[in-house]
């Protein structure tokens, strides 16, 4: 692994984790011995390898345990990483899907400054480095992604309002790498989620131009004591306005 910097580290980190996931997703039939394998041998490789290569950083994993992610010293750090080593269990155990990632960020004093999502199954890498060129939107009907299970029903209302489609997608970070590869326009969630579901996503889209707020339009914070972050709007930039005015309609 060759490293240059924060942006590479992130880069290569998520993509050789995601290649690890795709080497043990082969021949499994058990889906839930499968979720637990590849979350824990991702998060294992993630952890040694930054304690290996930034070991004066500290690390937040969804994979952690309670006392490692109420450990006082990550809160006063000047650096930490924010991992979600296989975001999208379901759709990873699920044969054929492709919409799971690996997600690697980095926060400095109060920034996300680097990051990367790996989308293995897809064969690609999104990245702070090199960002991807949003697309731009043509003026007409826009496409919003959900969650394939559980879209919250004010999204659903809100589509109707502003005139968008619902597109199921599987994990957060496979939700706002479509806004930025242009499957869809915008991402739009409410109803529980934590810092790793989109620190790293959120660190390619800033990268990229793109919108990223909270749903009220407040500015998403990371590395807080308490990591629940439950709700995010990601949208191409021209876009942001009439999704946030339209938000503000239905929750008057």
Not at 3 to 22: C, M
Not at 43 to 72: C, G, I, K, N, Y
Not at 119 to 140: I, S, Y
Not at 232 to 250: E, F, H, N, Q
């Amino acid at each position: 692994m060759t490293i240059r910097d924060d942006h590479a580290l992130a880069t290569d980190l998520a993509t050789e984790a995601g290649e690890r996931l795709l080497e043990i997703r082969e021949g499994f039939d058990d889906p839930a011995a499968l979720r637990a394998k590849g979350d824990r041998a991702a998060h294992v490789f993630l952890m040694e390898a930054l304690a290996r290569l930034r070991p004066s950083d500290s690390v937040l994993s969804e994979e952690a345990t309670r006392e490692e992610r109420l450990d006082p010293r990550r809160l006063s750090a000047s650096r930490v990483w924010i991992v979600d080593p296989l975001d999208g269990t379901r759709e990873y155990a699920e044969e054929g899907r492709t919409d799971w990632a690996v997600h690697v960020a980095l926060w400095e004093q109060g920034s996300l400054t680097a990051g990367a999502v790996a989308l293995p199954a897809q064969g690609r890498t999104l990245n702070t480095a090199a960002p991807p060129k949003l697309p731009v939107h043509d003026g007409g009907r826009f496409r919003i992604a959900v969650s394939r299970s559980r879209p919250p029903e004010f999204v659903q209302r809100l589509a109707y309002l502003v005139g968008a489609d619902l597109v199921p997608i599987g994990s957060a970070g496979a939700k706002i790498s479509a806004v930025l590869t242009g499957e869809v326009e915008a991402y739009v969630h409410a109803g529980g989620q934590y810092e790793w579901d989109s620190a790293a996503p959120v660190a390619v889209a800033q990268a990229a131009g793109a919108h990223t707020s909270r749903i009220d339009g407040a500015t998403l914070s990371y590395n807080q004591a308490d990591p629940s972050l439950p709700d995010i709007l990601v949208s191409l930039p021209d876009l942001a306005p009439t999704l946030l005015a339209g938000i503000r309609d239905l929750h008057r």
